[in-house]
């Protein structure tokens, strides 16, 4: 999508730029795509820390990244942080996929941002040697790859899991139910947050009518529809999660604004080449 908008330029018909992913919606800012926007609607009902600095996008609904474990294989009281991933007891038990994952470089991104490149960077390093397999598939495939004993832990997506719990394929409820989730820094910094989010365009041709929906979208009706659509988190403050994700319990959120993942994307990726995560 950024390359096409790149390329029609103000000949773009497009008025809304919608994504996963803050380092893509970073991305877009970046290469001058997006038009800043002055909303009270969404300055009220998105929190500051799922929305850009200057307005130019802002979030829709989060997703938290979360430790998936074996039931049989691990106690919680084994697990803590992310940052326990990298320590040697889990040697030949973690798997996780590629580091092209955006979710994965969000991940390390954040780590940066609270802790330096150099610590994260040891951290990635550690979680390699401790990898069970070479990353491969996507976040599903680490949860079924933990159900099938291939691994003890796997690191994913919340709403991957609430997927495959609902799923109609019997083999990927099979799986999901040998797994439990486990919030990580509960006793730190909090559980690492990204989002999905939108902007307008910079070429957008009805900006007043594409501002109106992006307020839309982060209002109450539209909340509680990405809620129940995707069991992911709504971003409007009291707007309720679905049955499922409520079940999980409260958690502790990290609290940094996510513009900083994507500000950092390309420091973990070159974090990711330099550790060999694959």
Request: aromatic share 8%.
């Amino acid at each position: 999508m950024i390359e096409k908008l790149k390329s029609e330029g103000n000949n773009s018909s497009a008025d809304i730029f919608q994504t996963t992913d803050v380092a893509r919606l970073n991305r877009a800012r970046v290469e001058g795509l997006l038009l800043p926007i002055s909303s009270p609607v969404l300055d009220n009902s998105v929190p500051t820390k799922y929305r850009d600095p200057q307005g130019y996008w802002f979030g829709q609904s989060a997703r938290a990244r979360v430790i998936f474990f074996s039931k049989d294989r691990v106690k919680p009281s084994d697990l803590s942080t992310f940052d326990d991933l990298a320590s040697p007891k889990w040697k030949g038990r973690v798997c996780v996929c590629s580091s092209a994952s955006a979710y994965n470089q969000s991940l390390l991104a954040g780590m940066i941002a609270v802790d330096g490149a150099e610590v994260s960077e040891k951290w990635a390093k550690g979680v390699v040697d401790n990898m069970a397999r070479k990353p491969q598939g996507g976040d599903r495939d680490q949860i079924a790859a933990v159900a099938s004993g291939q691994c003890d832990i796997a690191i994913a997506n919340t709403y991957y899991f609430a997927g495959m719990l609902t799923s109609d394929k019997a083999e990927e409820r099979d799986a999901a139910n040998k797994v439990a989730l486990f919030w990580p820094g509960q006793q730190g910094r909090g559980t690492h947050m990204n989002i999905s989010g939108a902007g307008v365009t910079k070429s957008a041709k009805n900006k007043a009518e594409a501002i109106k929906l992006v307020e839309f979208l982060s209002g109450a009706e539209a909340q509680q529809f990405y809620a129940e659509a995707n069991n992911e988190f709504p971003v409007l403050p009291g707007a309720k999660r679905s049955q499922l994700v409520s079940s999980w319990g409260d958690f502790k959120e990290e609290t940094i604004n996510v513009a900083m993942l994507g500000e950092n994307n390309v420091q973990s990726i070159r974090i990711f080449d330099r550790v060999g995560w694959g």
